[in-house]
């Protein structure tokens, strides 16, 4: 997850797309039963962010899940002496396996990619390799939207529909960034075909207590602000959770 200040900004000018008029879907309409789903994460906290409660969902139902850790996340602190990356590297895939255990997920059902935070742009053919070649008949593979404006996860979204074309399986993307009003981004979901899942209140609990295992992410670290700023927190901990139709 890039760090973007969005309370710092004109977030009086941002205007939430009417997503309460896209259809309302059930978690497990997007895997049928004897799939798998795997969610490709361009950083650590995406996946939660965005379909953590969904990811729950899925598990409780019976659906493995895997999740592919792309990057390690440890660009998010620029020239911070208090968050440089090789303390990045080790905190923040231990902070994804915390907020997956916190949802009932199976922390070692994760594949660490390692590859360069910030740096996946021009990558996608080689990381679109790398994913196909885990993937298998059946799988239901997840991806931030392809033009969410976040160089990674466009990269990533990139390389996974390559991935799964190659494959022959089911791609869905989803918006993480873009679903924050404030971001540049949210504009270009006017018109997408969007699906809501409801997410129940135990859901959204365990989603929130999962959230909170990002401290890397929510704290201030004393020289810049959090990354995960509230603005952005209140949109993903709202109470659906959002897909693009493929």
Do not use: Y
């Amino acid at each position: 997850m890039g760090s973007m200040n969005f309370d710092a900004v004109a977030t009086r000018n941002a205007v939430a797309l009417p997503a309460g008029d896209a259809p309302a879907i059930d978690a497990l309409d997007l895997a049928p039963p004897g799939s798998r789903v795997v969610m490709v994460a361009p950083h650590p906290d995406d996946e939660i962010l965005a379909l953590g409660a969904t990811l729950s969902a899925l598990h409780d139902a019976g659906r493995a899940v895997r999740v592919i850790a792309v990057t390690d996340g440890d660009a998010s602190h620029p020239d911070s002496a208090a968050w440089p990356p090789e303390r990045l590297r080790t905190v923040r895939p231990a902070e994804t396996a915390e907020a997956l255990r916190r949802l009932g997920l199976d922390p070692n059902a994760v594949v660490r990619f390692g590859l360069p935070d910030g740096g996946l742009a021009g990558r996608e053919h080689a990381l679109a390799r790398r994913i196909a070649a885990l993937l298998q008949p059946g799988d239901v593979v997840c991806v931030p939207w392809r033009h969410d404006g976040h160089p990674d996860h466009e990269a990533c979204a990139r390389a996974a529909l390559e991935a799964t074309r190659a494959a022959g399986v089911r791609c869905i993307e989803f918006p993480v960034w873009s679903r924050v009003p404030a971001h540049p981004a949210h504009a270009g979901l006017r018109g997408v075909a969007l699906r809501r899942i409801l997410v129940p209140a135990d859901l959204q609990i365990a989603k929130s207590h999962a959230v909170q295992a990002f401290r890397s992410q929510l704290d201030d670290d004393g020289e810049t602000a959090a990354v995960l700023q509230p603005l952005a927190l209140r949109t993903w901990l709202d109470t659906d959770e959002w897909v693009i139709a493929p």
